[in-house]
């Protein structure tokens, strides 16, 4: 490692000789910086394993999500594969502002934990959806992984085609009001 100060993505060097830490990862045979910081190599106190731990500590004080947080974001994108979103806030029902939108993804495998092979992403989720979910992986420099696969996760607010406000009638449904027009969703039981 070159430099003290690691930016989002660059290489750390082979897992041979590199232990994973937190806020890095790995792809393929090398270990990557998953967040701009300073980088800490720990030594190892294994005789088993001699590599040495590289991790990249959070700046104090930053809002940044970690492994099991819970968070708000509203749906940018849907494809067949999966929904990008915007991570808006951190908490069941985002008491944490961020500065700044974050990048995240929830796969069509982590949408619901049941019936994983009918799950079609359009009817779960669309463009300018509120989504609670869970992170279940830092990803990689591009983006958070999300999954809304619990009851109390999955669409929070959502609006009709026609620009109404919508509310939940079921797990998978929400109902414009003032159309009576049901659209399908994958709704979040509240918490």
């Given amino acids: 490692m070159a430099s003290t100060i690691a930016l989002p993505g660059q290489l750390l060097g082979p897992t041979k000789s590199n232990t994973i830490g937190p806020v890095t990862h790995i792809s393929g ?3 990557y910086a998953s967040i701009a910081g300073p980088l800490v190599s720990t030594p190892s106190t294994s005789k088993s394993s001699p590599a040495a731990t ?3 500590p959070r700046p104090s004080g930053a809002l940044l999500p970690e492994l099991a947080t819970t968070v708000i974001g509203k749906i940018t ?3 067949p594969r999966q929904a990008s979103l915007s991570i808006l806030a951190l908490g ?4 944490s502002v961020l500065r700044e939108p974050l990048p995240a993804l929830i796969r069509q495998q982590d949408i619901r934990a049941t019936e994983i092979d009918k799950v079609k992403v359009a009817e779960s ?3 300018g959806d509120v989504v609670r979910a869970v992170v279940i992986s830092l990803g990689d420099e591009r983006a958070y ?3 809304t696969a ?5 669409v929070v607010m959502a609006w009709s085609e026609g620009g109404n406000v919508m509310v939940p009638v079921s797990w998978r449904e929400f109902v414009d009001e003032g159309t ?3 659209e399908g969703r994958k709704v979040a039981k509240p918490v």
Wanted: hydrophobic share 35%; net charge positive; glycine share 12%.
């Fill in 125 to 127: 989720f669309r463009v």
């Fill in 92 to 95: 069941p029902n985002g008491a």
């Fill in 180 to 182: 009576g027009v049901r």
């Fill in 150 to 154: 619990r009851n109390e996760l999955g």
């Fill in 145 to 147: 992984y999300l999954t």
């Fill in 77 to 79: 994108r849907t494809n």
């Fill in 29 to 31: 045979p090398n270990l």
């Fill in 54 to 56: 590289i991790s990249i």
